[in-house]
């Protein structure tokens, strides 16, 4: 163990602030259980793209605008520096904007006092490739995280995947979330196997529990059984699978958590289908809101082309509720039969029949509770503060 704490500058462009609560909080979540677990100190450097406007009308933009320039959220401090994209041609050059809106921000945060060993970068591009230059100017090493579309879909395009595999060779270590994204991204990118260490992410065990299911279930005025899904309404969650099981299992009621640009078709679709009183909307809900979502829903329903490692699973779980998944990201690393079902398939009908039949045998859901209890996050921060340990030659 080293002498002294280890301190490190989490650097990402995916950290929830007030305006985005949701926006990854999978990685907030893990700083937060390794600074409970390990001796770590650190504070954060999240970039929110430049936007001169506020209002809700602009979307994502407007919210990151909203973001303050500096918060502490559950202790840790945060800073959030603008940094500029250009619609269309932008990704290109957002590696650049990024390393040099974080680095008038560093500078002027060293020169307060704040002080850092190690830079842990998470997102491989625009994130990571930053980091790497960071890393170099600040003469500390780095580590970088992959999460999913940036190996799966990101890592894929030509020079984003250059610029990734570059950056892995300088990295001191790259982490995944899952072994099907470590896979891709030897396979797929070219980075070596050496270099790459799975880690998964872990579940609050003491903020997702079962609650009280008669609140909730009064609510949404149902007295059959309830599918819950949760996640950004985009193309990639394929909502379309979502409602068409609806529409399959005529006894469902389904709740929709999230927001995104798919609303808006999704409502035209319920009221074309005539479904307005078995579709419910819940709209976006901060985390700890969702307990009482989950605990009120009979199973949740995960159709996604691509997932890393999907949290909305464990924490569903851990709410005593059962889940489908697509084969996707680590989905099939820990569904079982007695917790839900993993599905090879995007039909409708085939996922509809999977959804009935994890209704029908996955009741208990003590046990399923059980089983999430194994996933908590001291075995993952432990891995992790032994590879930061490694990168600053303390091991």
């Excluded at 995104?260 to 985390?287: M, Q, T």
């Excluded at 839900?340 to 859901?365: H, M, W, Y």
Aim: proline fraction near 6%; glycine fraction near 6%; charged fraction near 25%.
């Amino acid at each position: 163990m080293s002498a002294k704490p280890v301190r490190i500058l989490l650097f990402s462009t995916l950290f929830p602030h007030p305006a985005e609560p949701s926006l990854g909080v999978f990685v907030e979540n893990r700083l937060r259980n390794l600074l409970d677990d390990e001796d770590v100190e650190a504070f954060v450097v999240a970039p929110v793209p430049w936007f001169p406007f506020t209002n809700e009308k602009f979307g994502s933009y407007a919210k990151a605008a909203r973001a303050p320039l500096k918060e502490v959220r559950s202790g840790i401090t945060v800073f959030h520096p603008r940094f500029l994209v250009i619609p269309k041609i932008g990704m290109l050059l957002t590696p650049f904007f990024l390393y040099w809106s974080a680095l008038l921000c560093i500078k002027k945060l060293v020169k307060k006092g704040y002080q850092f060993d190690l830079i842990d970068s998470h997102y491989l591009y625009p994130d990571a490739i930053a980091a790497k230059w960071l890393a170099k100017k600040f003469s500390v090493p780095f580590c970088a995280t992959a999460r999913g579309s940036d190996v799966t879909q990101i890592g894929l395009m030509a020079w984003p995947k250059k610029m990734i595999l570059n950056m892995t060779k300088s990295a001191a270590h790259i982490i995944t979330v899952s072994e099907n994204l470590k896979r891709d991204l030897v396979n797929n990118v070219g980075v070596s196997c050496s270099k790459i260490s799975t880690l998964r992410n872990g579940v609050d065990l003491q903020l997702f529990h079962e609650t009280d299911r008669d609140e909730t279930r009064e609510r949404w005025r149902s007295t059959g059984p309830v599918m819950i899904f949760a996640g950004w309404l985009i193309p990639r969650k394929r909502l379309d699978i979502v409602l068409e099981v609806t529409k399959l299992l005529p006894d469902l009621r389904t709740v929709i958590v999230g927001d995104g640009p798919l609303r808006a078709s999704i409502d035209d679709w319920v009221l074309k289908e005539s479904l307005e009183n078995r579709i419910i909307f819940e709209g976006l809900k901060k985390p700890t809101e969702m307990p009482a979502l989950f605990s009120g829903a009979d199973i949740l329903l995960l159709p996604s082309d691509r997932e890393g490692w999907a949290n909305v699973l464990l924490e569903a779980m851990a709410c005593g509720t059962p889940v489908v998944s697509r084969d996707v990201g680590s989905a099939a690393d820990f569904i079982s039969e007695h917790v839900g079902q993993v599905v090879s398939s995007d039909n409708p009908a085939i996922i509809a029949e999977a959804v009935k039949s994890v209704l029908d045998r996955c009741k208990d859901r003590a046990a399923i509770r059980e089983f999430a209890n194994h996933y908590d996050w001291r075995e993952t921060s432990k891995s992790q503060k032994e590879i930061f340990d490694k990168a600053l030659g303390n091991k």
